[in-house]
Every structure is written in structure tokens, then in C-alpha cells.
């Protein structure tokens, strides 16, 4: 292993993003630091991306392309977690890119302050095609794993995703991201800065995230696929509540995780009202799965009505709303 010029592994799930892919990777191939491993995931995306990615792997040898059946984001970079080599890793969507220096500024941190993780801010790009720096709260701040993992899990640390971050390959040992499940960073990043003794934040933005993506979730409100992100979100927040009932540093936190809970469900009861009653109901079973963990008196008012008189509260939602914008007015 090589300490003074550590291999980093560069994961790039690619699906759909002829758009955008030649200045994702010409990013990386531009960067200062030159020990890299730059794994790009083909995850069946039915474009000239696979030809580009091939054509890419033939011009350097720090490439190497993994093509495979369409699994979505989780496991197209489960897929890479499996076969990379690097003592550090990092993740880069591929319609993003990073800075010339990113992996050496990453790599100049690590050194220096012997951390197991390192957090860049981020810079937006717009539809116009305008960059807004984002690095909001974040300040160059040396932190313990348990104190990032507590902001996190309170989601007031800027940046739940993986992306802006490297990490050290060994902390993913016994993780990989859920397959099939919507905000996946979100589920996974609290563990990796649990398994962290010290992590550092560096204010410069060295990742630019492109903000108009194709399927923003955000945008189908009503739709089965926004739903499923709801109860995505509820599996999320269960999954955390668990994990601070095990770890009684973070058992504070319950009550903001439990109240998170019941929003996600909430979101997805009344977004399903609009799809009818079959579909409500569908979705109503789902929900209450993760519902019926929470004591009685835990429970907000509206969703123990929405759990105990579904019938009832299907009926009486689309009138309750039209009533409450009625008084707003």
C-alpha cells in the first residue's frame, strides 16, 4: 500500500447522461493528482454512453468499465464498491463534475489531519447554466464521526450525499448502498461517519452539481413514483430510529426521527388520495407498517386518524383541504 501516493478509486454510475458524460470524466482526467482508478458503470443505459465509456477506457489505462443490466444508482455503484482497489474512495454522478484539484486538495487533507473522511462544499449549476456556490454552513473544521453522524441523522449538516466526499475504502466493508430504495445517500452516509474517528470539512466547493436533472421525483408530487419516495423516506427514518435505540449516544435524537416518520407517511397518505381509493389503500398497508412501531402518543393527530378510519379519512381529506385554503384566503 502506498501511503505517500495512495491509489484513489473514482466510482461514476453512468445511465442516460450523453448530455453531460464527456465533461464528467474529461473532469477527472484533468485533475492534479494522477494515482487514480476511475471505475465507470455502464448500468445498461440504452444511449451511446457504453460506447463512449469504451472509447474513454482505450485512451487511459485509469480506466476501466463495468457494463451491466439496469439496477439503478445503488447498485451500479455496489457494483464498483466490488471490485475497486483504492485505499480511497469517492463518488461522482455523471452528470456532474469536480474541480481540477479535488482529488489532491482530498488527498492533502487526509495527510494532514490523519482523518478517514473529507467533506468539499459544492457549487449548483442551474438550468441556465449558472453556478451558485452551496457550501452554506460548511467552514474547514476538524470533527469527530460521532458529531458529523449526530448532524446528520438532525439533518442540519450541509450534504447528506456521498458525493463532495472521500472516504477511506475500509469504512465500506460492511456497507453498500440499498438497491431499489430513493434517497439512498441518506441511508447510508450516517454509517459510514458512525464507523469515522475524524473527519474534515473543507469550505472550498469542489464539486459542481448539475441541478436540472431528468425524473426529479420533486416534480411528480401525485404521482406512484413520488409516493414510493415517501415511503422510502418513512423506511429511511425507521431505519435511524433503530439505529439511535442501538446507539444511546444519538437517543436524544428520537423524537425529531419519530416526528420525521410520520411526516414521510403523512406525504405519502395524502399524495396517494389523489391516485383513488384502490391505490390509497394499496399504499395505506405499506404505510402502516412503519406506523405501528410508534406508541399511540406518539403519533400526530392527523395520522392516527389516516391509520385508524382510512375509509374515513379518504373521504374527508379532499374537503378538509378545500376548507383550510378557503380560511386561508
Known sequence: MNNTNPLVSIIVPVYKVERYIHR???SLLRQTYNNLEIILVDDGSPDNCPFICDKYAMQDNRIRVIHKSNGGLSDARNAAL?????????????????????????????????CNMVVAGMNIIDKNNQIYDYRRTLT????????????????????????????????????????????????TTYKLTHKCERIYCIADCLYFYELEREGNITSELNT??????????????????FFCQKHKDFSDLLPVLTKRLQLWALLAIQSAISLGY???????????????????????????IALTFPIIYYSLYPLLSRLKKMYKN
Open 278 to 304: 384502490k391505490e390509497y389503500m394499496f399504499y395505506y398497508h405499506q404505510i402502516r407498517i412503519y406506523i405501528r412501531s410508534l406508541s399511540y402518543t406518539q403519533r400526530m393527530t392527523h395520522l392516527q
Open 82 to 114: 466490488n471490485v475497486m482497489t483504492g485505499q480511497y474512495v469517492t463518488f461522482v454522478d455523471s452528470d456532474d463534475y469536480i474541480a481540477d484539484n479535488m482529488i489532491e486538495k482530498f488527498i492533502e487533507t487526509v495527510k494532514l489531519y490523519q
Open 24 to 26: 464528467s470524466i474529461d
Open 140 to 187: 474547514s473544521t476538524l470533527s469527530t464521526g460521532i458529531d458529523i453522524t449526530r448532524k446528520l441523522l438532525k439533518d442540519v449538516f450541509p450534504f447528506n450525499f456521498v458525493c463532495a466526499k472521500i472516504f477511506e475504502s475500509s469504512l465500506f466493508e460492511e456497507i453498500r448502498f440499498p438497491v431499489g430504495r430513493h434517497y439512498e445517500d441518506t441511508a
Open 224 to 241: 406512484s413514483k413520488a409516493i414510493k419516495s415517501y415511503i422510502d423516506g418513512c423506511l429511511n427514518s425507521q431505519e435511524q430510529i
